[in-house]
């Protein structure tokens, strides 16, 4: 008896545990789609590939597992890229099963949406060569199922990241032979991996940093997140009497309420944490770029290698002492190198706690308490973390917002915050809440400005069809606000204002529940409703569009660089 290839290719699937498949049907893709209904597999199909790109991300992100993409190649290639440049810089295994949309015999001849790069066409190898950590163009079934177990094992293997396969011709038509040379294994046999780890000598020359260190701060990043560490870094912050301050990635890696907590780092981050990492010894970072944001844009009186000891913990190489240079690199899995670490030894100190509870009064603002309409951002923060608890995950879009959120929202335990920040885009929050509430069992809050929100709105449509109940706060400022608060006079800027759109009548066309509120008080009690119902809420809250972010939030170090306008 004969197999398909799509067959054997949805088979592979199933052995390697995918729980979803993200995308929209099209191409060569719909064969493959074809095989879903036959099995356990569910497809979620939002209304374009770019809110499928940031699910698959998202889910990634949340499991470890690879979240996978899939559709029709130009679109994958054009709409669906965002989802995967977000993976690729921020860390999320996923793997995206695409088609060349050839013609058979026809390919040569510039056919309608031909991808393969022959002239005539467009190279969509040639786009994912840029966004992904690997990618495969199989030429037979054989290469399709091996090609794609590859796929799998390489968006976990080291840094997680997107893989991609590009699906053409007779590779994804043709029946798979039997007993072919060479062979294809077993798909969980092919796939494992094995974490790395550092070497003993390494782990020693930490620790005695970190031992005789008298003001020693952990940096902690989204490598975190990655090697589910949690554990292993707060065991390391108790045995070495740590303050632990994280990147914006890294928020809630670290519950930000816990005694050692000192805040997040970086241009638009707590005063108090950029202080903490300024004034220590020793600075122990794990899964940290340090990218310009992180760094205040590296400011001379931050972070000063020739003064402090850098220890520097990461998977790859490469990254250890890319940014500054480091005393100490510990290349391995973060989960590995802080669990060794936390065997090596041990250190105490009169200076961690004092300074990070100091740190953490930055958390607060007097505008928590303003009653005024419209509504403070400041107290909108206040307000969502009110109902944040260990059982809620914010997704947070780019912009203000974002930033209003990483000063002022607590986070009270850790996978409670995901950002928008590997490359940052506007739209995200929305189906990367959709996401979570598919994959967890957990309360979800996207938070986005109005023009993120209205990029990806669809999103709550695709909460109605499939079941789930996030809660969409829009920041609304009836403007691209970051970016209208650059102008040094109203009007210098094209294009930062936008028509007041009633987001309340399209969440009630949608499916949705909606309601406006200009009251500190009304919002609190849209967010407890919301947060408590089986149907997706849409909050649209009237914020004060003259309140500053950058003016507000702008970190000393950052300033002293240039600051927004650098």
């Known amino acids: 008896m004969t197999t398909t290839t799509t067959a054997a290719l949805v088979e592979t699937l199933e052995e390697l545990g995918v729980e979803y498949v993200f995308g929209y049907p099209g191409g060569r893709a719909i064969e493959l789609l074809e095989h879903l209904p036959e099995s356990e597999i569910d497809l979620v199909r939002p209304r374009d590939e770019r809110e499928a790109s940031v699910m698959a991300e998202m889910h990634g992100r949340l499991t470890g597992n690879p979240g996978v993409l899939t559709g029709q190649g130009p679109w994958i290639g054009s709409l669906g890229l965002m989802g995967q ?44 060569d840029g966004v992904s950590k690997e990618w495969w163009f199989p030429r037979t079934p054989t290469e399709t199922l091996r090609s794609t177990q590859l796929a799998f094992k390489h968006a976990v293997a080291g840094r997680p990241g997107p893989t991609a396969v590009i699906l053409d011709g007779g590779a994804i038509t043709d029946d798979v032979p039997h007993d072919p040379t060479p062979a294809v294994w077993d798909a969980s046999a092919q796939v494992r991996t094995w974490d790395a780890a550092p070497t003993a000598t390494d782990v020693a020359s930490a620790a005695e940093a970190l031992e005789n260190a008298a003001k020693p701060v952990i940096v902690a990043g989204n ?46 981050g707590h005063e108090g944490a950029n202080r903490v990492v300024s004034e220590a010894d020793t600075v122990l970072v794990v899964g940290c770029r340090l990218n310009p944001m992180d760094t205040n844009w590296q400011s001379p009186d931050f972070v000063r290698p020739e003064e402090q000891t850098i220890v520097h913990a990461d998977v790859d190489a490469r990254n250890a002492g890319w940014v500054y240079p480091a005393d100490v690199g510990l290349i391995g899995d973060a989960k590995a190198s802080l669990e060794a670490l936390a065997d090596a030894g041990s250190g105490e100190n009169d200076w961690a706690l004092e300074r990070a509870a100091e740190a953490r009064e930055w958390f607060t603002a007097p505008e928590f308490e303003d009653d005024s309409a419209p509504i403070k951002p400041q107290r909108a923060a206040k307000e969502i973390q009110a109902v944040v608890d260990e059982d809620t995950i914010v997704t947070a879009d780019s912009g203000n917002n974002r930033f209003w959120l990483l000063y002022y929202l607590q986070t009270p335990a850790v996978r409670t915050y995901f950002g928008s920040g590997g490359v940052g885009g506007m739209g995200w929050a929305n189906p990367a809440a959709v996401s979570a509430a598919l994959t967890t069992d957990k309360d979800v809050i996207a938070v986005a400005g ?38 040094h006079e109203d009007g210098d800027i094209a294009g930062v204002e936008f028509h007041d759109t009633d987001f309340v009548k399209i969440a009630e066309a949608f499916g949705a529940i909606g309601c406006r509120v200009t009251e500190p008080d009304e919002f609190a009690d849209a967010l407890a409703e919301g947060k408590a119902a089986d149907t997706p809420h849409v909050i649209d809250v009237r914020i004060d569009r003259e309140e500053d972010m950058a003016e507000t939030l702008s970190s000393s170090f950052y300033d002293s660089v240039g600051g927004l306008h650098e």
Not at 95 to 112: D, I
Not at 243 to 257: D, H, I, N, Q, R
Not at 459 to 470: D, I, L, N
């Open 85 to 128: 440049l977000e993976a690729r810089l921020g860390s999320s295994p996923m793997v995206v099963l695409t088609e060349a949309s050839e013609r058979g015999e026809y390919s040569t001849l510039a056919p309608y949406q031909q991808a393969r790069g022959d002239y005539g066409g467009f190279s969509l190898p040639s786009i994912l």
């Open 223 to 268: 490598g975190i997140h990655a090697a589910r560490a949690y554990d292993e870094l707060a065991a390391v912050a108790d045995a070495y009497d740590c303050a632990v301050v994280t990147s914006y990635l890294g928020k809630s890696t670290y519950p930000e309420t816990d005694d050692r907590a000192a805040g997040v780092m970086g241009s638009f």
């Open 450 to 487: 109005d023009g993120g929100f209205s990029m990806t709105m669809n999103s709550v449509e695709t909460a109605v069809e499939y079941g789930v109940a996030p809660t969409f706060v829009v920041l609304n400022d009836t403007s691209l606000g970051m970016v209208r608060q650059m102008q």
